[in-house]
C-alpha cells in the first residue's frame, strides 16, 4: 500500500507495467485497475486464523473461490473482484463485531509489513523526528502515490491538513455492502498504525462515513 518515494513498492507493479523498472513512482491508474496488493489476502488470511480458527478460516475461503491461497499465499497483486469476495464472505459468515476485529488485525499487520519490509529505516526515523504536521504531509504524500497499490478501481484522494483525510469512491472493502456502521477498517487499521508510529503516536483514524452505510463514499480522517 505504500513504500514511500524511495522505496520499493509495496507489491510489484502489473507485470505489464511500463514503470516496473521505476520502483516506488506513482504508476498510471490505467496500469494498476482493478488490482490490489496481496496483504488485502494474506494478512486477513493470519488474522482469522487468529479469531475462528483454521477450520472456519478454510470455510470461508472456500465460500470466496480463494482455498488456493491458503496453501500458496499470493506474492503478487490480486485480482480486486477476489479481495471484494472475501469480504463479502466475511459480512455473511461472522458477526459484524467478528468481522471488525479481523480486519482491524489484518490493517495493522499489514502497517506492520510496511513498516518492515517497504519503508526504508532512514526514511521512518526522519519521519519520527519531524513535527508531526510536516511528518504527516509526507506521509501523505506517499499513500497518494502508492494508492495504486490498495485502492483497485475506487478513486482515491488525499487532503493534508488537521484532519489528514482520506477518501475512497468505490471502496473495494465493502462494494454492494449494507452495513449500520462503517466498516471498512483495514484500512482504518492500516493507516492507524502507520500514522502513530510515523507522526504521533496518539494519532486516531475514524472512518467518518462510509459507501456500505449510505455515503457516497468512504472517508477516513487521522487526528492527534
Ligand atoms: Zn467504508
Redesign the pocket.
Known sequence: MLATATATPAAPPPAHSPHRATVGLAVPAAHARGRIGPNAITRVAEALLEEVGAETRREIFAGARLEGYLRDPPQHMVEEQEVMALHDVLRARLAPEHVRRVNRDAGVRTGAYLLARRIPRPVQKLLRILPAPLAARVLVTAIRRHAWTFAGTADFSAQSGRPVSFTLAG?P??RGARTDA???DFYTACFEHLFRTLVHRRAAVC?TA???AGHVH?RFEVRW
Request: with cysteine; hydrophobic share 25%; aromatic share 0%.
Open positions: 471502496c472493502m465493502c462503517p466498516c471498512c472512518e462510509c459507501a456500505a468512504c
